[in-house]
T-cell receptor
């Protein structure tokens, strides 16, 4: 079956513009995560959705970042008024449930470059 | 705060064995994951440990000591395709997100 997909794969934008990144999780996966990975660094948690529960937004770095999820499917991560420091690969992952042992399956990421 | 440490880079020879260490200090603990990430690609799951001891899966094994806040990933019979970054990640029980270390870039040489 299909894995996690993300679009676009690459996005180049000018400082100050808004961007929207999309994630399609694996069908049936109730949990969805967004991470950010700066060049040569580990993954940094941003936000977590589990079913119909309120999302855990504790990793969002500023109020310029927001995310939504429609039911248990597509999620969009929006970055407003982008800054150069937002340049990174944004990775989405999904898992079967919210249990700690549930493996997270990652998408290929969106490489964001802010000029 | 959360702190997960692993070496930045390691080099090993094809056919050899390499051990990648990870130490962690987190507010809680609900399991440790190892992921492999080839350059420009998504991380892929390798192992999950929540109890002390060694989990073996083919050429890869992962060890956990909760009392020491320590894990390692052991790769045997190294192949060139094993050249990748290896990410250690902890579920700290504050939610179900993972806290990642910086990753260890492994280079396998002929």
């Amino acid at each position: 079956g299909a894995g996690v997909s993300q679009s676009p794969s690459n996005k180049v934008t000018e400082k100050g513009k808004d961007v929207e990144l999309r994630c399609d999780p694996i069908s049936g996966h109730t949990a969805l995560y967004w991470y950010r990975q700066r060049l040569g660094q580990g993954l940094e948690f941003l936000i977590y959705f589990q079913g119909n529960s309120a999302p855990d937004k504790s990793g969002l770095p500023s109020d310029r970042f927001s995310a939504e999820r429609t039911g248990e499917s597509v999620s969009t991560l929006t970055i407003q008024r982008t800054q150069q420091e937002d340049s990174a690969v944004y990775l989405c992952a999904s898992s079967l449930g919210g249990a700690s042992y549930n493996e997270q399956f990652f998408g290929p990421g969106t490489r964001l470059t802010v000029l | 705060g959360q702190n997960i440490d692993q070496p930045t880079e390691m080099t090993a020879t094809e056919g050899a064995i390499v051990q990648i260490n990870c130490t962690y200090q987190t507010s809680g603990f609900n399991g440790l994951f190892w992921y492999q990430q080839h350059a420009g690609e998504a991380p892929t799951f390798l192992s999950y440990n929540v109890l002390d001891g060694l989990e073996e899966k083919g050429r890869f094994s992962s060890f956990l000591s909760r009392s020491k806040g320590y894990s390692y990933l052991l790769l045997k019979e190294l192949q060139m395709k094993d050249s990748a970054s290896y990410l250690c990640a902890v579920n700290d029980n504050a939610g179900n997100m993972l806290t990642f270390g910086g990753g260890t870039r492994l280079m396998v040489k002929p």
